[in-house]
């Protein structure tokens, strides 16, 4: 259940991510670390410190070497570093997404 949710939110991100007039994959890629600098400064409503350790924490499990399931166990140890890593690209996708029409016009995003 919780794999098909992964699933459907990963395709939900493509679809907004090709979706015409939105911004495109490459965008949305190099607004990332504008968005992060902007949200830590203050300047960025739409992220909150909340979100920014959620996402840091996403990225501390993919790279740390101790899991939830051991990477040993052949094909399940892999699975929960592949689900952690596929919320983490949809989050960032999204909420990078959001930045750029922010950044177009401030106004006109309601968050």
Same mark, same amino acid.
């Given at each position: 259940? &919780? ?11 493509? +679809? =907004?991510?090709?979706?015409? #007039?939105? !911004?495109?994959?490459? %965008?949305?890629?190099? $607004?990332?670390?504008?968005? /992060?600098? $902007?949200? &830590?400064?203050? @300047? *960025? !409503?739409?992220?909150?410190? #909340?979100?920014? $350790? ?5 990225? %501390? *499990? ?15 140890? &892999? ?6 890593? /596929?919320? /983490?690209?949809?989050?960032? /996708?999204? =909420?990078?997404?959001? *930045?750029? =029409?922010? =950044?177009? @016009?401030?106004?006109?995003?309601? +968050?």
């Amino acid at each position: 259940m &919780v794999k098909a949710g992964r699933a459907a939110a990963t395709w939900r991100a493509y +679809r =907004e991510v090709s979706k015409p #007039g939105s !911004p495109g994959l490459g %965008a949305r890629l190099r $607004a990332v670390p504008r968005m /992060l600098r $902007a949200a &830590v400064k203050g @300047d *960025y !409503p739409g992220l909150t410190k #909340g979100k920014i $350790a959620m996402l840091g924490m996403a990225v %501390a *499990y993919i790279v740390s070497p101790i899991d939830v399931v051991p990477d040993f166990l052949l094909g399940l140890g &892999v699975v929960d570093d592949f689900g952690v890593f /596929l919320w /983490l690209a949809t989050a960032l /996708l999204g =909420e990078s997404g959001q *930045y750029v =029409e922010w =950044e177009r @016009d401030p106004r006109a995003t309601s +968050r």
